[in-house]
């Protein structure tokens, strides 16, 4: 059986978890590779004892998300299956009845604010990423992301950004540095390149491994 590799990307929000991922996809030159979101494993109603005291909810925590669910599916991946990934509406913040099929592929680039977090998740990763930006560049990147994109108004951007996103980035997220192989800042056009070639290295290295044995 091929090995399959498993690349977490973990960052706060508006860090350029995507576009960093999607570099290095181009990187790679998309050789059996996919991209999966975090933020497609939202609950579908989240938790009551998570809202704020202005009765928001807080999807910027780790039980914001469904956990089992992901595990599952990274798992999957892991083992060469391919997977029905839900398809989360972010307007209307709820979980819809769609699911988008992802793999099998031989790359799976896994990004979200909490893909570091668990442990279990962590023991599948080949390669762990923190992507680190200054929170202003940050809260800007988001705050034109949920307008433009999301369908938010400048108001409610600024107050969850006050309410749970900074709270919660320096409680939860940035903690994850820790385990990273490696951070990347601002610039990540080079970080990116090294990344890609690591991965077919890798590649390079596991097909020839099976070559050996076969013979």
């Known amino acids: 059986m091929e090995k399959i590799f498993l690349i977490g990307i973990a960052g706060g929000s508006g860090s350029g978890k995507t576009t960093f991922a999607k570099k290095v996809l181009k990187g ?26 202005s009765g928001k909810p807080n999807f910027d925590h780790p039980n914001a998300f469904d956990w089992e669910l992901l595990r599952q599916h990274l798992s999957e991946l892991k083992q060469g299956k391919g997977i029905k990934c839900p398809v989360y509406d972010f307007k209307n913040s709820v979980r819809t009845e769609e699911y988008e099929e992802i793999g099998p592929c031989r790359v799976v680039l896994f990004e979200g604010i909490f893909s570091l977090y668990d442990q279990e998740i962590r023991n599948l990763l080949d390669i762990k ?19 433009k994109e999301r369908g938010r108004s400048l108001e409610s951007v600024i107050s969850q950004y006050y309410d749970t ?16 192989d490696f951070t990347v800042g601002e610039e990540t056009d080079v970080a990116a390149l090294i990344l890609s070639a690591r991965i077919k290295e890798m590649l390079a290295t596991s097909e020839k491994s099976q070559s050996c044995e076969a013979i």
Do not use: G, W
């Open 129 to 147: 990423c923190f992507l680190h930006v200054d929170s202003d560049i940050r809260f800007t990147r988001r705050l034109h992301r949920d307008v």
């Open 165 to 180: 996103v900074r709270p919660m980035y320096q409680r939860y997220l940035d903690p994850q540095r820790q385990y990273a």
């Open 28 to 53: 790679i030159l998309n050789l059996e590779s996919c991209l999966l979101h975090m933020d497609s494993y939202y609950l579908h109603s989240q938790p009551k004892a998570l809202y704020t005291s």
